[in-house]
């Protein structure tokens, strides 16, 4: 089937279908028939997952653009437009949101408590991260965007581990925040346009003047920096990752962050190209504190969720360094590193969650040795590791090698700032591993089984994923720039 | 000849009062009997209501104006007016003895401000108001064990009269200033003296009732005793049904002094604000859930007002529509509280631990309406707010959406610890099950689907709000 004989059926709200029907269909199922809500839910993440990938297949990034359009008039008077699309910034991140979604139901096969209401709220939240991706009015994105945001509370609150009740209302309290910066945001540039339609692309057309580029830049960034975890305001988010369950982790550290980076880019930096060069020394700035930050505070943490709580916000210090640059290579790599992130984090919530689903402990010091008594559960850790030092082959080694070659040559001082600090993340991911998983075997842990087959298959795709695209970046690559090149002319 | 169908709703109440008015002078009382009435009266009510809605017209020597906008409202007023009688099926927070009284009440504040809505002269807006009020002075001591609760009562009715007293003084300025009593004579002569202290002191003081009745700040003080001693159906009435008949009128009135008044918009703009602040911020240590929502409408009456405080079409559409997603939404709650303390008592928050396992469906209809008066989407509150931020960005109040959009997110713990008690705390005692029989089974379905109903498909209704606020002009 080619792109062209599937262009009036409206593929993209057929994805996000797949999660409100898998929610309702699952509302419908008695609570106590617990293997049927896991297969259906698995069932519907595969639908979605499989017609992502076939989405990403027949893009067409010779031509590049918005494609897979959907355009439908919502409410006439103010100008709210069912308006979707794809296009090479949100097509990796509908693809990981797949992924992710597709590995995170999987790796909860074992959950045995509120079964029904766990899965119903995950889907709510993958419907809001679907949603935001593919939407192109601003109404509809920051609908999505508290669609995926409110779920959280519930799903750390209930199922949720170290001070779960702190980290939920924590969480939730610090992004509703940064929406209560969005929304004003976003009317602003709507009221100024002349308050007649939120079409992202229409609103783009218009332009605005300087100053309220400025103005409205700097909100979008506060607002969705705070989802970003940008250095200062990351301080909910490894509370939140250690306070959550593991596909909740998954898909919060995996996703949901990425949301925050790519409004950054989607809405802010489109419609206020003016405004982020203006603004772009300040996300320099915050981007390289937040890695070598993440890095050393990672560095003196003992629990293990606590490392890739930290670890992220490193990571995604890179991705605004990215972004500040304005270049090509830069916002090439800040996408690709975005997808990177997202599958490698899932991998290291997913391995870590075997670990304390058995031991009951993410305690560093009192594990230890892992590697001898279950060898293919500590191959899953170690495999994200590399893939979070950079090694090459491994994804996100193309996307920083991107970033900071364009960050040298922008902002050289930060450059090599954030270039150390990458090497101080690799000496805390090493020491992370070597204690877990080398070094003398505690002897407690010996009688528990290593991952079987059926477990570690969400793993393995996770682990092929981040070495397909290692291998093969080109074709990620591709589709990333056909949309960041023209991108980069309006700056 | 046929101009008394244009008043065919008010008559259809008068009637159902006097009904009741009989009933009450019987020597021994049948609840039963008189719930059934109720529901068939107000169910009819509604009914003729919405075969009304589309009428036009004036009335009285054209001192009463039946419009799409008064006849928005009186749906309004109709809907909520059965919601509450259908849930006073076990009036147990109210003697059985008073029952036929209460019904009586109950009816003629719906006729009062169903008149209300539709007054366009300064006298008869007074009649009407006042008669509401008193009907509501009423009904809040109306409790089994009321001299415990007597002082919210009293407390009501102090500053009820307090405030029509400046709304009759603020009324006799504007008469003094404009020579008229007419608000369509008012419209258009007042904006030419609108600069002169007097027509605006007048103005604000005429306001001041309609203030009263929204609970919006500095006329806030009843709320939270009124709200907690009154019983919980009097409440549902009092939360739901006559804000309607409040905002209705706030948006007629400040429509008055034309777009010229900046010193008037000022103050619009500091009372919205010390509204909703003063509000969340109270709300936050409450640990009786009415109070907390006596106080979430205070804060609740600050949106409204930006919306309104806009003067603009679009401002006054999206006001009538965060209105009616209000009703939707406080009532989903108080259907909850009315249900789960259906032997009529306070109900605290600790009390709803468990509730997701003692009755699901209420906790998810609880959960709902919670996160609509937060304004979460996909709910109509989300969307209402959306509306009225709108609306008040277009005229260019960036800052004041700011103060808005930090306020729904201090309002968002207060309501989360609600959802939290309802889906995560362990009961301490065993509380009694609760009761769901069909009818509210049916009432938190419906009340779900229309919330996202109306949250994710704005359209129709929002065209039609838009045509009702340019009746307006």
Redesign the interface.
């Known amino acids: 089937m080619t792109a062209m004989s599937m262009a009036g059926f409206p593929i993209l709200t057929t994805i996000l279908m797949t999660t409100i029907v898998g929610l309702l269909v699952i509302i419908f199922i008695p609570p106590e028939k617990t293997k049927l809500i896991k297969q259906v839910s698995l069932a519907s993440a595969s639908i979605g997952l499989a017609l992502c990938l076939w989405l990403y297949h027949a893009y067409n990034f010779h031509k590049g653009g918005l494609q897979f359009v959907e355009r439908v008039v ?5 100008g709210i437009t069912w308006f979707n699309g794809v296009d090479g910034i949100n097509l990796p991140m509908l693809l990981l949101t797949a992924v992710v979604l597709f590995t995170g139901v999987w790796t909860m096969w074992e959950l045995e408590h509120r079964v029904k209401e766990f899965y119903a709220l995950m889907f709510l939240l993958v419907a809001g991260v679907y949603g935001v991706f593919m939407s192109m009015d601003l ?1 509809w994105i ?3 965007y ?2 995926a945001l ?1 779920p959280m ?2 799903l750390i ?2 199922w949720g581990g170290t001070r779960k ?1 702190y980290g939920a ?1 924590k969480l ?2 610090y992004l ?2 940064g ?3 969005i ?2 945001a976003i ?2 540039l ?2 100024k346009a002349g ?1 007649h339609t939120f079409d992202l692309f229409a609103l783009q057309k218009i332009g605005f003047s300087p100053f309220d580029q400025k103005v409205a830049f700097l909100m979008l960034f506060l607002g969705f920096g705070i989802l970003a975890a940008v250095w200062p305001f990351h301080t909910w988010s490894p509370v939140g990752h250690v306070a959550a369950p593991t596909a909740v982790s998954m898909i919060h550290a995996g996703v949901l962050m990425k949301l925050g980076a790519y409004g950054i880019l989607r809405i802010g930096m489109t419609l206020c190209p003016q405004g982020a060069v203006y603004w772009s020394h300040l996300m320099a700035l915050l981007g390289t504190i937040g890695i070598i930050y993440g890095a050393l505070v990672g560095l003196a943490q003992t629990d293990l969720k606590y490392v890739i709580g930290y670890s992220s916000v490193s990571h995604m210090g890179v991705v605004g360094l990215g972004l500040a640059t304005l270049s090509v290579n830069g916002i090439n790599g800040a996408v690709f590193q975005m997808f990177a992130h997202g599958i490698m984090t899932a991998l290291f919530f997913s391995s870590v969650g075997y670990i304390y689903d058995r031991t009951h402990t993410k305690i560093i010091p009192e594990l230890g040795g892992l590697s001898k008594t279950m060898p293919v559960a500590s191959s899953f850790f170690i495999f994200a590791a590399l893939a979070g030092i950079g090694v090459p082959l491994m994804a996100s080694f193309w996307a920083e090698l991107l970033v900071f070659t364009a960050a040298i040559k922008v902002f050289p001082v930060a450059g090599v700032l954030a270039l150390a600090g990458m090497i101080l993340s690799a000496l805390f991911m090493l020491r992370v591993v070597q204690r877990t998983f080398y070094g003398e075997k505690n002897p407690k842990w010996e009688h528990i089984p290593d991952v079987s087959k059926f477990l570690a298959v969400p793993r393995v795709v996770l682990m092929s994923c981040i070495l397909f695209f290692g291998l093969f970046p080109k074709v990620m690559l591709d589709v990333i720039q056909s949309t960041v090149i023209p991108f980069v002319t309006r700056f | 000849m046929t101009d008394f169908l244009l008043f065919l709703p008010e008559l259809f109440f008068i009637l159902g009062a006097l009904l009741f008015f009989l009933f009450s002078l019987r020597k021994t009382p049948n609840p039963a009997g008189y719930h059934r009435w109720a529901v068939v009266i107000a169910a009819a009510g509604l009914l003729v209501t919405v075969a009304c809605s589309h009428q036009d017209g004036m009335l009285f020597f054209n001192c009463y104006r039946v419009d799409l906008f008064s006849q928005i409202f009186k749906v309004l007023l109709a809907l909520g007016t059965i919601w509450v009688i259908f849930s006073s099926g076990e009036l147990k927070g109210i003697d059985s003895r008073q029952h036929a009284e209460y019904y009586f009440l109950i009816f003629v504040c719906t006729l009062a401000m169903m008149m209300l809505v539709s007054s366009v002269e300064l006298l008869t807006i007074y009649v009407s108001i006042e008669l509401s009020s008193y009907s509501l002075y009423l009904l809040v001591p109306m409790r089994r064990g009321a001299d415990r609760y007597s002082e919210a009562g009293i407390k009501y009715f102090m500053i009820g009269v307090t405030a029509s007293g400046l709304m009759i003084f603020g009324m006799s300025l504007l008469f003094g200033v404009t020579h008229t009593t007419y608000v369509p004579q008012l419209m258009k002569v007042l904006p030419a003296v609108i600069t002169q202290p007097a027509a605006i002191v007048g103005l604000i003081l005429a306001l001041a009732g309609f203030f009263f009745k929204l609970a919006l700040f500095p006329f806030h003080i009843w709320a939270p005793d009124v709200y907690q001693g009154a019983s919980n159906q009097v409440t549902t009435y009092i939360a739901t049904v006559s804000k309607m008949a409040a905002a209705a009128m706030i948006i007629r009135f400040a429509g008055l002094s034309g777009a010229a008044s900046p010193a008037m918009i000022k103050l619009l703009i500091v009372l919205s604000i010390a509204s909703m602040t003063f509000g969340n911020l109270v709300a936050l240590i409450q640990k009786d859930i009415k109070r907390l929502l006596a106080y979430s409408s205070i804060a609740h009456a600050g949106y409204i007002l930006i919306g309104i405080l806009t003067l603009t079409t679009q401002g006054y559409a999206s006001a009538m529509y965060y209105a009616a997603a209000y009703l939707v939404m406080n009532y989903s709650v108080f259907l909850v509280i009315m249900k789960v303390a259906d032997d009529g008592h306070n109900l605290q928050i600790k009390e709803l631990a468990g509730l997701h396992k003692r009755s699901p469906l209420l906790a998810m209809t609880l959960m709902l309406g919670l996160f609509g008066l937060a304004g979460i989407p996909p709910t109509a509150g989300f969307t209402g707010k959306f509306l009225v931020f709108a609306a008040a960005l277009d005229k260019g109040y960036l800052f004041l959406v700011i103060i808005g959009m930090v306020n729904a997110t201090i309002s968002l713990y207060y309501y989360l610890i609600v959802i939290k008690a309802a889906y995560l705390l362990k009961p301490v005692k065993e509380y009694p099950a609760v009761h769901v029989d069909l009818w509210t089974r049916f009432m938190s379905i419906a009340l779900v689907v229309m919330s996202i109903y109306l949250g994710v498909f704005p359209d129709q209704f929002l065209s039609l709000t838009e045509a009702a606020a340019r009746t307006l002009f």
């Open positions: 919502w409410v006439r008077s103010i109404f920051f609908v999505w508290d669609v409110f509370y519930p609150a209930i009740e209302m939730t309290l509703l925040a929406s209560a910066l929304l004003p009317l602003f709507w009221a308050g």
